[in-house]
């Protein structure tokens, strides 16, 4: 059957830097009716991520430039929803457990079977589709009495009144709730949110700390949500 009159039954980005590996599972992916973009390192899968709408992704862990894991926490700040498949030559639990805590929601080691990997993708896109037709309960999350609309993109505070949030305002929020009772450091927060080629000043991000103080802190002289880590960052204790 022409390929070019197979109907497409969804989109996928493929993140894959071992060339043969790539082609061939883009071959084979658009032989079952996917569309797919195929890119060899982190930076295009960010860019590309960006610029295009994906039903799935199919990404590396070992990548030129940015890793998986990183590509991974970058695209989940901006979309907690779509399905992420990492592939790997790494093995152990630990290595699983990582990739799942970071937004994976399936991880499939090398050498893997190939068919298995299809099913897995049907399954992670028929899944997602069924919940984007639910209310998403968890884009509400509540600190204390205050609540955060990440859809709405603004907070009721500690005072019950309707704050707006911006953009960085949302996806620093997202990061510190996403690693809550860990410690981030600042070089990792100036990635994640600003950008894997932007390196504003460590003030930018101790402004948005005592706005957020301000906002959901019983006391924010005191604070016991949004905490400072001297020497290696912030964390969000819950």
Same mark, same amino acid.
């Given at each position: 059957?022409?390929?070019? +009159? ?15 590996? %790539? ?9 079952? $009716? ?7 390192? $982190? ?11 994906? !039903? ?5 862990? +070992? ?21 992420? +498949? ?6 152990? &639990?630990?290595? %699983? ?5 970071? &937004? &994976?929601? !399936? ?20 899944? =997602? ?14 600190? &204390? ?8 993109? =603004? ?22 709730? !996403? ?6 450091? %600042? ?34 002289? =005191? ?7 001297? $020497? ?7």
């Amino acid at each position: 059957m022409n390929l070019n +009159m197979k109907k497409i039954i969804g989109e996928i980005l493929l993140v894959e830097d071992e060339e043969s590996l %790539r082609d061939a599972l883009k071959l084979n992916l658009e032989m079952e $009716g996917y569309a797919v973009v195929a890119v060899d390192d $982190g930076k295009k899968a960010i860019k590309t991520f960006k610029e295009e709408y994906f !039903d799935c992704i199919i990404l590396d862990i +070992m990548l030129p430039e940015l890793d998986g894991i990183f590509v991974c926490e970058t695209i989940r700040l901006q979309n907690d929803k779509i399905p992420i +498949m990492f592939l790997s030559a790494k093995n152990t &639990g630990a290595d %699983r457990v990582l990739g799942l805590r970071k &937004g &994976g929601d !399936d991880y499939m080691t090398k050498p893997f079977n190939l068919e298995e990997l299809l099913i897995r993708v049907e399954k992670l896109i028929a899944k =997602n589709k069924k919940i984007d037709h639910i209310k998403d309960e968890l884009s509400v999350f509540e600190i &204390g009495k205050c609540k955060i609309d990440f859809h709405a993109q =603004n907070c009721i505070d500690i005072n019950e009144q309707v704050q707006s949030l911006t953009k960085k305002e949302m996806q620093f929020l997202k990061l510190l709730i !996403d690693n809550k009772n860990e410690v981030i450091s %600042r070089e990792h927060i100036l990635k994640m949110v600003w950008g894997y080629n932007v390196f504003p000043t460590t003030r930018t991000i101790d402004n948005f700390i005592m706005t957020y103080r301000k906002y959901f802190e019983p006391d924010p002289r =005191n604070p016991v949500y949004f905490m400072s880590v001297r $020497g290696v960052g912030y964390k969000f204790v819950i």
